[in-house]
């Protein structure tokens, strides 16, 4: 059953019922002003962090679930009548709904009694504000007198503070009102630099700012009282909850349109203005005023709007394909990589799942978003590795998240992931591969941002290894510390409260769990490592990375194979994890996947052995699950994943994040039938036809579908924010269809689904356009027996890095 279709021609979602399974989310914003909107409009905004600069209000896990957000109101002045356009809050009998999810806007539009109201919500390019353009027309024959309200309500910045603190807050809050504008100042007067403003392109009739006047006591948003009643009351807050809301009156004739633009927006005071008294002189208006008198002006929105257009053209015309699977193309070519700027942007911050309160930016995280990205805006990719490296310790070690505003170490979550720093060292070489910019190995960056502690990138890329090789365990594997990828197999976490141990930093000395998961990932990161340090001239630094990662090879061989698949871990009494020893919990997704991705197990069938064990034991039609056979109970020495009831999360969850992993195994091994057959279990688009089953919005992954030992399987959850969305782009684009950047320019080696016939792949890559024609005459699924530069044969399957222009590629497999 689906709840809209896509028209991709327009790079849209259209939802046609209002009511869908769960919220359906877009986001608004791709730079450093952001909202996020589901299709009835709920949602709120952020400027840079959505925890310390928070716009307007949400309250999570609602009754509604999605109640707050960009509402506007409707009131037929002539028969009292009031609905709400984008169905919420008040659930109107609309005859129509639509809701455009596009490319970094969100159209909503309805028809009640023949009024036909469509907005459309945006952010325009080097903004720090949003735009709500509404068009409201009359269809009737007879003339129409309305009343059009907005509303928004404001948070007071810190949206933690915010939602926890009252005694304090209820006193705060502050705004002012100028020629239409209502300007929140809340924390103005304490020296702050910021303030919000909401603006309306009308004139308008009234305005309130104090939620209570607006709503009416003990009422909610589904019913104002002022609506009802067809007038605003000027109402000022001092304190209580300051709300921003126009009312502006329109009579239109039969089928006459009228447009009125809204404007959010956020402004910073530039850093050495003085501070005055908080009185309407210190608003900066003369900053603020001409960019308000701007974007209340009908063509520069459709300006902008048009701009956000081209903007989304040029970064999906960098990788564009067109394959037999139309579920693939639309991935590709719009979905999959507008996710991706998302989840870069946003990390696992502010969805309908994340509060924007609890994590800021995660360093193995963000790392692995990146690798999804970096072709999109490379230098915003650079800065984002200098950041993170920047948050390295100088043990190599890394905080495991920090404040996007701050830029600086949250030490709320402790820093010994021990993963963490080797996601870095991937996020760079992607980066070097992409661009061919070697210069960023030789930034000076400090560690823990302190003064004075800088050395070369690539010192903290050695540093990284070396925190490894400083935490071997019994096996010589690498100690797991508190946890791996896999935050919730906390084998060196003890705590007498089930569910509390991932919260417990209390490790006692001389904890020995160790995870094969980062075996693997060390065996990939110092071979890519030993690849930067050969071209930059550190012929040791090579040979040193490269023993070093064959010698994990080994050990994994030795004491991180099961017989079947790889074993998951040793716990802290070193005792397997996942392994056929085990009751439960005999296989892990992870290792399997990583391992074969990282070369391990090519050369002694360890591999295929491990991806058929993979084939046999966790794959599902939904997706292929994190493990089995789930835990049934709560283990206090393995923690956090047995806490969850079997199927969900990391216990025998499918955990999209690592589906991408076995893919892209598959393709070492060269199943390509497979690999696509994994790849369309979790496509969003290829699931759009069981949206009452997966739930989550059918154009964007979500971190995790139930697995089969759930009563709801296939349904899937927190969708948006999660580090599949980079992977399954990796995955598709470089592993299946095989197009990938290498230090010495563009790899071409698919691995399709032999039936195929072809397809044909555009990639601009370091400033030349290769357009590629891949022919599959034999139906194989892998191999590349001839290639043709602008008509010349070529040796081999790694192209040239070209001249500037448009080169034809054609590619034969056999
Ligand atoms: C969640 C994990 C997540 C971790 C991150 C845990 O509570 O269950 O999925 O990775 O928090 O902080
Ligand atoms: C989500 C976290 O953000 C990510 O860092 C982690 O790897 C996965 N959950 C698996 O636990």
């Not at 990828?485 to 001389?510: A, E, I, R, V, Y």
């Amino acid at each position: 059953m689906q709840f809209g279709y896509f028209d991709d021609e327009r790079r849209e979602y259209v939802i046609t019922r209002p009511d869908t399974p769960l919220p359906w989310i877009n986001y608004l914003g791709c730079e450093e002003y952001f909202g996020i909107i589901s299709q009835t409009a709920g949602g709120y905004s952020f400027f840079r962090d959505a925890r310390l600069r928070r716009l307007t209000r949400y309250r999570y896990n609602n009754a509604p679930l999605d109640l707050g957000g960009r509402y506007l109101y409707l009131r037929d002045d002539r028969s009292g009548q009031t609905w709400s356009p984008s169905w919420m809050p008040a659930r109107s009998a609309l005859s129509e709904f639509t809701c455009r999810h596009g490319l970094g806007y969100t159209s909503i539009a309805s028809t009640f009694d023949n009024i036909h109201v469509e907005t459309t919500y945006f952010v325009p390019l080097g903004e720090t504000l949003e735009i709500w353009r509404c068009r409201v027309t009359n269809q009737r024959p007879k003339p129409a007198d309305l009343s059009l309200f907005s509303s928004i309500e404001f948070c007071l910045w810190d949206a933690w503070d915010d939602a926890t603190n009252f005694q304090r807050n209820f006193s705060t809050g502050e705004v002012e009102i100028k020629d239409g504008v209502i300007y929140h100042k809340t924390e103005y007067r304490e020296r702050r630099n910021h303030f919000a403003y909401f603006a309306c392109s009308a004139p308008i009739e009234g305005f309130d700012t104090q939620r209570e006047a607006f709503l009416g006591a003990y009422r909610g948003w589904d019913a104002p009282l002022a609506v009802e009643r067809g007038s605003l009351s000027n109402s000022v807050a001092h304190g209580w909850q300051p709300i921003g809301a126009h009312h502006v009156r329109l009579s239109l004739a039969p089928s006459e349109t009228r447009e009125v633009i809204f404007v959010l927006g956020y402004h910073e005071n530039p850093k050495d203005q003085k501070f005055d008294p908080p009185d309407s002189q210190t608003l900066n208006k003369r900053t603020v005023k001409p960019v308000i008198a701007r974007y209340l002006d009908s063509h520069q929105v459709q300006q902008a709007l048009d701009d956000l257009r081209a903007y989304w053209d040029g970064l999906l015309r960098i990788q564009h394909a067109r394959t037999p699977n139309l579920h693939v193309d639309r991935m590709v070519n719009i979905w999959n990589p507008y996710q991706c700027m998302a989840t870069f942007n946003i990390s696992r911050s502010a969805s309908l799942y994340e509060s924007g309160i609890g994590r800021g930016l995660g360093f193995r995280d963000s790392n692995q978003d990146l690798l999804g990205f970096v072709h999109m805006v490379p230098e915003r990719a650079r800065q984002r590795i200098l950041d993170l490296a920047a948050t390295q310790l100088p043990s190599g070690g890394a905080y495991h998240q920090y404040q996007p505003l701050t830029k600086r170490g949250n030490n709320d979550i402790g820093s010994n992931f021990n993963d963490d720093p080797h996601w870095l060292i991937l996020a760079v070489a992607a980066y070097i591969k992409e661009t061919g910019d070697w210069s960023i190995l030789d930034e000076a960056v400090p560690y823990d941002n302190l003064p004075g502690s800088e050395t070369p990138l690539y010192e903290h890329l050695q540093r990284a290894v070396q925190y490894t090789l400083d935490r071997l365990g019994p096996h010589g594997l690498p100690l797991i510390g508190r946890a791996d990828w896999n935050d919730c197999l906390n084998l060196n976490c003890f705590s007498d409260t089930p569910g509390q141990s991932f919260q417990t930093t209390t490790n006692k000395d001389g904890k020995v769990a160790e995870s094969i998961f980062i075996a693997g990932l060390f065996v990939l990161s110092t071979q890519e490592l030993a690849a930067l340090a050969e071209r930059t001239g550190r012929l040791e630094d090579a040979a040193r990375y490269r023993a070093e990662s064959a010698r994990m090879r080994e050990l994994i061989y030795q004491y991180g194979w099961d017989g079947e698949w790889f074993l998951r871990a040793y716990d802290d009494f070193g005792n397997k994890v996942g392994s056929q020893e085990c009751q439960e919990g005999k296989i892990f997704i992870e290792p399997q996947g990583f391992c074969v991705l990282a070369g391990v197990g090519l050369e002694n069938g360890y591999a295929q052995r491990a991806l058929d064990s993979v084939a046999r034991w966790l794959a599902t039609p939904h997706g292929i699950v994190l493990q089995q056979p789930a835990y049934s109970r709560y283990y206090l020495h393995l923690g956090e994943i047995s806490s969850y009831p079997p199927g969900y999360k990391e216990n025998a969850g499918i955990f999209c994040h690592n589906n991408p992993w076995v893919m892209i195994a598959e393709t070492r091994v060269g199943n390509g039938a497979r690999a696509m057959e994994y790849y369309l279990r979790i496509n969003p688009s290829n699931r759009e036809a069981i949206s009452e089953v997966h739930r989550c919005e059918p154009y964007v992954y979500a971190q995790m579908i139930a697995g089969k030992d759930a009563p709801t399987h296939g349904e899937a959850k927190n969708s948006w924010l999660t580090g599949t969305a980079a992977w399954n782009y990796v995955a598709i684009t470089q592993w299946i269809l095989g197009v990938r950047p290498e230090l010495d320019g563009l790899r071409i080696d698919p691995c399709i689904p032999p039936e195929w016939e072809g397809f044909t792949f555009r990639r601009i890559f370091r400033g030349a356009e290769y357009v590629i024609e891949v022919r599959n005459p034999r139906h194989v699924s892998k191999g590349v027996t001839a290639v043709r530069v602008d008509g010349k044969v070529w040796q081999g399957n790694l192209l040239p890095i070209l001249p500037p222009g448009v080169h034809t590629i054609e590619v034969e497999l056999g």
